[in-house]
Structures are given as C-alpha cells and as structure tokens.
C-alpha cells in the first residue's frame, strides 16, 4: 500500500506494483500540510486511475474533527462514495460512523492506537482493516492476528478483519503520531495535519538554576530515524499481517517509486524462497537513495530498543536529483525522447529520472545521446537532445540527473 502525494507520486505507485494507494484531499486528513493535497474535484480522476490498473484507492480521514468540521467532512464522503473510492481512512468517532452511514468502507487508522484484541473486537463492528499502533512488537502483533482467526472476528463487510502494520518511513517521537507538541509551541496542530515538525531540531538542555548545559550523545533527541523492516519481512507476513503500509505522502515521486518497487520485490522473493541475507543488503543500499533519516531496522517491532535517533536534520539519502530539463517530444516507434536542456550538463552513462503526472517515475542510464543529428558524449544548457528511452514519457515530463549526495546539502 503506497501513499500518493501527487499526480507524478500515484503514478510511480502503480508502475511499481502497488496493490492500493492512499491520499487525501482538503484538510482533514494527517498531510494536509506536507503534501500538495488533491481536492474534491480530484476524486473521480483518481478512481479511474486506480480502477483502470485494477489498484485500489483509498482516502484519509484521519484527523480530529471539530463541530465546524462536520459539514465538510460530510460533503468529502458523500463525493468519494460518488466517486467510487474503495475505503475511507478515519480515526474520528464522527468520520466512522457517518461513512459507515453511506456503506463507505472503512479502515481504521494508527491513530487510533489499537493494541489489544478488545479493541480489534470492538472496532470490528466498523472496520474491515484495522492498522494496529506503530508500538507493538511482532509477537504481539502475531498474537492478535491469531485471535481474529481463532475468535472469527469479522468487520462489517462480511470478512475476518485484517490487519495493517507500517513497513517502512518516518516515525513519529508520539504514540502512534498523537503529539501535541506543535499545537503547544505554534498553535499549529499535528492532529489536525499541520505538525510543523519541532521535534526534527536539534536542541540543548540547559539547567536554569545553574546555567549548566547537560551532556547528550545526540541533539536530535526527539527525532527518530525512519523505520525500515526489509530485513524481516519474513517475520511480518508470518506474523499474520495483511497490509504492508508504506508511509510518504510528503514524499517525492522517486521515493514512493522506489520503496514500493523495493518492498513488492522483498515479499515476492519471499514467497519464491528465495529472500536472502544478500538481497536484504542490496535493498538497504538501494532505500538509502531515496529520502531518509537514517534507518532503525526494526523499529518497536523487534523489542523496546531505545536510542535510534536520526542524528541530523533533513534526509541521509545517498543520492540526489538535480534538474536538467523537460520532455519536448517521445518517438514511440524508435522509442527515442527529446529533451530540451534547461539547466546543467548531461553526459553518457548518467543515470537519470524523468517524472510527470501521467508518466509516474522512470529511472535509466543515458546510452547515447544526439545533439543536431551527432553523436556527441556531453549536452549542456540550451541544447535539444535525444535519447533512447524504453518506456514511454510525455511532453513536458521533467527530467532530472541522479547524482551522489554532496555533504552538508539538506534534501527536502
């Protein structure tokens, strides 16, 4: 299950093999700051999107609600029953019972804060998916995955509840990402999707009485690495779990293609037999591209370990993109793209991205290149270029060099 952001981020979901998407729209829903929300007007393009490549879509609810919230919240869910969305994301008692109201299919989301079977029980007469607390280990997770079997506790739907767990992204230093941090320091709330991320600064702790600054290993002590668990994807699917949640949708396009591709490919070599300590290696290495804040491989999954905390603010991605141009035109016939160089240089052998809202996120090496019907081995600003390009891009696709990380950049 991949988050979607943008147009260019759902794209790069279903090309890399993602089963369900989810998004939000307006403001009640956990992004409404990060990401550049869809709006109402949006809904139907997505359905059809997602129903055109047999993907399912679903739609965040999940802040707190307020009164002055209700009629909007009412109108979103009337529109994505309209428009044919799979299930709603909520948390809100409100945002439960009146999608459940118009037949909407609901999941229950992590800030919910399920931790126990009772709880599973009780949400079941709701929820068909329920997306346990970010806090449980694996072995309790198993537990519970194993009582809805045994106690046959089945959602509204007519099915055995199911479970979700994150796999993957950013952590929060909250239970389950209920902080109110923000609120108390900027009046701006992270419950209500505007968290203005206090908690990634570096800070000191200093004695008042005596002026006297304490000595700690790591300012960032609020901000945890990012959870990575492609080392035990094994672990999670014996555990019971249904749904492997990746989170981002503030994230950008390459990282939603990367990570779902990555992930898709862990749980089918597993279920091939053939997931293996090397290939866990080279997923890391190949996650570690992409935004992130360093990686705890495990996260609370594995046990209470304390003290992984990211260290730095802003990503440790090994690689970047750097703009170069956009699409002028695409040859299908001989699979060849135009590009105008807007910025920068290009050589042979560059490996490159090439991002829009239809195309999702194509990734491959320049081979060769053609500058006014020659072969040349550079292209710098201002000229009109070809390349051979597999698959096929669109007009006005922006193109963008991948290149190693530089020290001290702070990547977004």
């Given at each position: 299950?991949?988050?979607a952001?943008s147009?260019?981020?759902?794209q790069?979901?279903?090309?890399?093999?993602?089963?369900?998407?989810?998004?939000?729209?307006?403001q009640?829903?956990?992004?409404?700051r990060a990401?550049?929300n869809?709006?109402?007007?949006d809904l139907r393009?997505?359905?059809?999107?997602?129903?055109?490549?047999?993907v399912?879509a679903?739609?965040t609810?999940?802040?707190i609600?307020?009164?002055h919230?209700l009629?909007l919240?009412?109108t979103i869910c009337?529109?994505?029953?309209e428009?044919?969305?799979?299930?709603?994301?909520?948390s809100?008692?409100?945002?439960?019972?009146?999608?459940?109201?118009?037949?909407?299919?609901v999941?229950?989301?992590?800030?919910?804060?399920v931790?126990?079977?009772e709880?599973?029980?009780?949400y079941?007469l709701?929820?068909d998916?329920?997306?346990l607390?970010r806090?449980l280990?694996?072995?309790?997770?198993?537990?519970i995955?194993?009582e809805?079997?045994?106690?046959?506790?089945k959602?509204?739907?007519?099915e055995?509840v199911?479970?979700?767990?994150?796999v993957?992204g950013a952590?929060?230093?909250?239970v389950?990402?209920?902080?109110?941090?923000s609120?108390?320091t900027y009046?701006s709330?992270a419950?209500?999707?505007?968290c203005?991320?206090n908690c990634r600064?570096?800070?000191?702790i200093i004695d008042?009485e005596?002026?006297?600054?304490?000595?700690?290993?790591?300012?960032?002590?609020?901000?945890p690495?990012?959870?990575c668990?492609?080392?035990?994807?094994?672990k999670?699917?014996?555990?019971?779990?249904?749904?492997?949640?990746?989170?981002?949708?503030g994230?950008?396009?390459?990282?939603?293609?990367m990570?779902?591709k990555?992930?898709?490919?862990?749980v089918v070599?597993?279920?091939?037999?053939?997931?293996?300590?090397?290939?866990v290696?080279?997923?890391?290495s190949?996650l570690?591209?992409v935004?992130?804040?360093g990686?705890?491989?495990g996260?609370?999954?594995l046990?209470?370990?304390l003290?992984?905390w990211?260290g730095?603010y802003?990503?440790?991605?090994?690689?970047?993109?750097v703009?170069?141009?956009?699409?002028r035109?695409?040859?299908?016939?001989?699979?060849?793209?135009?590009?105008?160089?807007?910025?920068g240089t290009?050589?042979?052998g560059?490996?490159i991205?090439?991002m829009?809202?239809?195309?999702?996120?194509?990734q491959?090496?320049?081979?060769?290149?053609?500058?006014?019907?020659?072969?040349?081995?550079?292209?710098a600003?201002?000229?009109?270029?070809?390349?051979p390009?597999?698959?096929?891009?669109?007009?006005?696709d922006q193109?963008?060099?991948i290149v190693?990380r530089r020290?001290?950049?702070?990547?977004?």
């Amino acid at each position: 299950m991949a988050p979607a952001g943008s147009y260019e981020a759902l794209q790069a979901a279903i090309n890399a093999g993602a089963q369900s998407i989810y998004f939000g729209i307006e403001q009640l829903n956990m992004r409404a700051r990060a990401a550049n929300n869809f709006t109402i007007e949006d809904l139907r393009k997505i359905v059809a999107i997602c129903k055109d490549k047999n993907v399912k879509a679903y739609l965040t609810l999940n802040t707190i609600m307020y009164d002055h919230d209700l009629t909007l919240l009412q109108t979103i869910c009337k529109a994505a029953k309209e428009a044919g969305v799979a299930a709603v994301i909520c948390s809100d008692i409100a945002a439960i019972s009146y999608a459940r109201s118009l037949g909407l299919e609901v999941h229950l989301s992590t800030q919910t804060n399920v931790t126990n079977i009772e709880a599973v029980k009780f949400y079941a007469l709701y929820a068909d998916v329920i997306v346990l607390a970010r806090e449980l280990t694996i072995q309790q997770i198993a537990t519970i995955c194993s009582e809805i079997k045994k106690q046959e506790i089945k959602g509204p739907g007519g099915e055995l509840v199911q479970i979700e767990i994150f796999v993957h992204g950013a952590l929060c230093v909250a239970v389950s990402g209920k902080c109110y941090m923000s609120l108390g320091t900027y009046n701006s709330s992270a419950n209500r999707g505007a968290c203005l991320q206090n908690c990634r600064r570096s800070y000191k702790i200093i004695d008042e009485e005596t002026g006297d600054e304490l000595v700690v290993d790591n300012k960032y002590i609020m901000s945890p690495k990012d959870l990575c668990t492609i080392g035990f994807i094994d672990k999670i699917l014996e555990a019971g779990v249904s749904v492997l949640k990746i989170e981002g949708r503030g994230r950008a396009p390459e990282y939603v293609d990367m990570t779902v591709k990555t992930y898709r490919e862990a749980v089918v070599s597993y279920y091939a037999g053939t997931y293996t300590p090397e290939k866990v290696e080279h997923w890391i290495s190949e996650l570690e591209k992409v935004f992130n804040r360093g990686f705890w491989h495990g996260g609370y999954y594995l046990g209470k370990k304390l003290g992984e905390w990211s260290g730095a603010y802003g990503s440790k991605a090994t690689t970047e993109k750097v703009y170069l141009g956009k699409v002028r035109n695409y040859y299908q016939k001989t699979k060849v793209g135009e590009f105008v160089m807007e910025a920068g240089t290009m050589n042979v052998g560059d490996e490159i991205y090439i991002m829009g809202p239809t195309t999702g996120v194509v990734q491959t090496t320049v081979s060769s290149l053609m500058l006014n019907e020659k072969t040349v081995s550079v292209a710098a600003k201002g000229a009109v270029i070809t390349i051979p390009i597999e698959e096929k891009i669109r007009e006005n696709d922006q193109l963008y060099k991948i290149v190693e990380r530089r020290e001290g950049v702070k990547t977004a």
